[in-house]
Structure formats: structure tokens, C-alpha cells
T-cell receptor, first 117, second 116 residues
Framework: NAGVTQTPKFQVLKTGQSMTLQCAQDMNHEYMSWYRQDPGMGLRLIHYSVGAGITDQGEVPNGYNVSRSTTEDFPLRLLSAAPSQTSVYFC????????????????FGPGTRLTVL | AQTVTQSQPEMSVQEAETVTLSCTYDTSESDYYLFWYKQPPSRQMILVIRQEAYKQQNATENRFSVNFQKAAKSFSLKISDSQLGDAAMYFCAYLNYGGATNKLIFGTGTLLAVQP
């Protein structure tokens, strides 16, 4: 298993540009999520999905869109990039709680470092 | 709302010595999980250890162990026989069991340096 993969690893955008960060997992996990990591602030939840076709907002959703058309993929779209979105982005996945107590351990991708000029 | 606090921004330990990283949390829930994640310079978030709140026994994983004090809402990580490869940022995280989401709440991290 490749686990959770993210592309690209690095990206530089200009203000106002749009782009999609890709996330895929091959563990048949139902739950997927996106976090951003900023210096001194830990990781904060942007959006999450409990299964294909179901998404919801996390703590800091403004400026981002998500969709979940398959179990494997959970892309994050930046609609109009702003310097405040300069951050490291992590995708994570886990089984659903229906799979038992061990289901909630989340596994993270390697991250995407995004710079918005 | 649940919160996680790591009061030590940086720590340092000599190779082969033991170090303890502190974490406190605030919640009104009774059933939850606590995690320690390690983030080396590669940025990868690696699960170090996990504790279920309903279990009284402290979790251990090889050289890593926790001191879980539920009443005090404290969850410290002890690293024994520290190795150079343990140098990383360590994050404490909380997850509410039975909540509507699998939202992990993270502390701000402790940067651990290991001196040879």
C-alpha cells in the first residue's frame, strides 16, 4: 500500500490564481480530511469527508472547496489564492467509526508546501 | 470546545537520556482518544502512540510511553534512551470518540533537539 499520497510537494502561486491539491489513499478509508499547518499554530481542520459524496466544513474552510466523488480521492481546491493561504497542507485518512475503536487513528500524507505571492 | 496545550515550545535531551514532553487538554467528554505525533524535518506526520481514555493502563510503544492522568487532564510523553533520530517536532492531539467528525485537535507542538 502507498498509504496517503499528495501532489504536488511544492507549489508557488500568484495572488488570484486557482489550483487543486491532490490527495489519494489506497487503504479503503472512508474518512478523509484536509489540515493546514502554520507556524506556532499546530494543524487546523479545513474540510473533511465521511464517505464518497459527503463533505463538510472544518475550522478554517473559507477560500477552499472540496469534493469526494470516489472513496480514494479527496482534492482540495483553492478558488482564488491569497497570501494568507501560504501554508503546509496535509491530507489524512482513517476508517469510519463503524469499523471499531481503532478506526479513528488518522494517517497523514507527506504534505504540500504552498506559497502564495 | 476542546483545547490542547503544549507549554514547552522547545526541549533538549542528551543522547541515551530520558525526556518527558508535557501536554494538557480540556474537555467535558468522558470518552476520547489522545495521540502523540512526530514530525521530523521531512514534514511527515508519524503516529508515535495512542491512548484511549477509557483505558487506565498507560500506552507504551518500545522506547515511548505515556503518563495519562485523566482527572488532571494530562498526557505526557516519555522518550527513553533518546536517539538522534528522535529529534523532531512532537504534537499532542485529541479526538472525541462518538463525535460528529473525526476532527483531531492539535497542540502547538514541542521541538525536541537531541544532543550527541
Amino acid at each position: 500500500n502507498a498509504g496517503v499520497t499528495q501532489t504536488p510537494k511544492f507549489q508557488v502561486l500568484k495572488t488570484g490564481q486557482s489550483m487543486t491539491l491532490q490527495c489519494a489513499q489506497d487503504m479503503n478509508h472512508e474518512y478523509m480530511s484536509w489540515y493546514r499547518q502554520d507556524p506556532g499554530m499546530g494543524l487546523r481542520l479545513i474540510h473533511y469527508s465521511v464517505g464518497a459524496g459527503i463533505t463538510d466544513q472544518g475550522e478554517v474552510p473559507n477560500g477552499y472547496n472540496v469534493s469526494r466523488s470516489t472513496t480514494e480521492d479527496f482534492p482540495l481546491r483553492l478558488l482564488s489564492a491569497a497570501p494568507s493561504q501560504t501554508s503546509v497542507y496535509f491530507c489524512a485518512s482513517s476508517y469510519s467509526r463503524a469499523s471499531g475503536r481503532m478506526a479513528d487513528t488518522q494517517y497523514f500524507g507527506p504534505g504540500t508546501r504552498l506559497t502564495v505571492l | 470546545a476542546q483545547t490542547v496545550t503544549q507549554s514547552q515550545p522547545e526541549m533538549s535531551v542528551q543522547e541515551a537520556e530520558t525526556v518527558t514532553l508535557s501536554c494538557t487538554y480540556d474537555t467535558s467528554e468522558s470518552d476520547y482518544y489522545l495521540f502523540w505525533y512526530k514530525q521530523p524535518p521531512s514534514r511527515q506526520m508519524i503516529l508515535v502512540i495512542r491512548q484511549e481514555a477509557y483505558k487506565q493502563q498507560n500506552a507504551t510503544e518500545n522506547r515511548f510511553s505515556v503518563n495519562f492522568q485523566k482527572a488532571a487532564k494530562s498526557f505526557s510523553l516519555k522518550i527513553s534512551d533518546s536517539q538522534l533520530g528522535d529529534a523532531a517536532m512532537y504534537f499532542c492531539a485529541y479526538l472525541n470518540y462518538g463525535g460528529a467528525t473525526n476532527k483531531l485537535i492539535f497542540g502547538t507542538g514541542t521541538l525536541l533537539a537531541v544532543q550527541p
